[in-house]
T-cell receptor, first 109, second 114 residues
Framework: QQKVQQSPESLIVPEGGMASLNCTSSDRNVDYFWWYRQHSGKSPKMLMSIFSNGEKEEGRFTVHLNKASLHTSLHIRDSQPSDSALYLCAARGNYKYVFGAGTRLKVIA | DAGVTQTPRHEVAEKGQTIILKCEPVSGHNDLFWYRQTKIQGLELLSYFRSKSLMEDGGAFKDRFKAEMLNSSFSTLKIQPTEPKDSAVYLC????????????FGEGTRLSVL
């Protein structure tokens, strides 16, 4: 059964610091990855997507993908308290979307 | 743009009751998912429909959980009978089949079973 592993489980970074989150799929059929952000009491909202090897940057957020190792990472620079949330990684292989357990990020002022 | 609409937002049930949660996907989306989210288990897939056909029924959830999609714009999730361990947030999501579109989530229904 396809699994998506995320690390670390939780992360505390100072305001202005860099947060780095990791995600790996066990399914060699995976072709798309997404990162979602879920604030407390809210539903997950898609943050960034990546489908090709390499890097993609949107503002303070950068995602990397290594398709050979089925590993993606999300980096948040200049972290803000408003970035404190649960970050979920989702991978699609064939028709199945599988979510990881998430990384809980806390940014402290 | 209209998103995914879930009702009710909150539900309180007594153990043994039957409850029905409702979901309206984004117009034009043909994939619909029901998930359960708890702090311990995270997001668990309950059911997946493609063009109204049930593609996956979530295995372990088959006995008391039943999702239906009678038309392309409405789905229900019935839990019968409810148990206290069913207390969780139930999320519905929809997406366009194929391509690179990520599932879009509704705001969820928070269920408490006493």
């Amino acid at each position: 059964q396809q699994k998506v592993q995320q690390s670390p489980e939780s992360l505390i970074v100072p305001e202005g610091g860099m947060a780095s989150l990791n995600c790996t799929s066990s399914d060699r059929n995976v072709d798309y990855f997404w990162w979602y952000r879920q604030h407390s009491g809210k539903s997950p909202k898609m943050l960034m997507s990546i489908f090709s090897n390499g890097e993609k940057e949107e503002g303070r957020f950068t995602v990397h993908l290594n398709k050979a190792s089925l590993h993606t990472s999300l980096h948040i620079r200049d972290s803000q308290p408003s970035d404190s949330a649960l970050y979920l990684c989702a991978a699609r292989g064939n028709y199945k979307y599988v979510f990881g357990a998430g990384t809980r990020l806390k940014v402290i002022a | 743009d209209a998103g995914v609409t879930q009702t009710p937002r909150h539900e309180v049930a007594e153990k043994g009751q039957t409850i029905i949660l409702k979901c309206e996907p984004v117009s034009g989306h043909n994939d619909l998912f029901w998930y359960r989210q708890t702090k311990i288990q995270g997001l668990e897939l309950l059911s997946y429909f493609r063009s109204k056909s049930l593609m996956e029924d979530g295995g372990a959830f088959k006995d008391r959980f039943k999702a239906e999609m009678l038309n392309s714009s409405f789905s229900t999730l019935k839990i019968q009978p409810t148990e206290p361990k069913d207390s969780a947030v139930y999320l519905c999501a929809s997406s366009l089949q194929g391509g690179n579109q990520a599932p879009l989530f509704g705001e969820g229904t928070r269920l408490s079973v006493l």
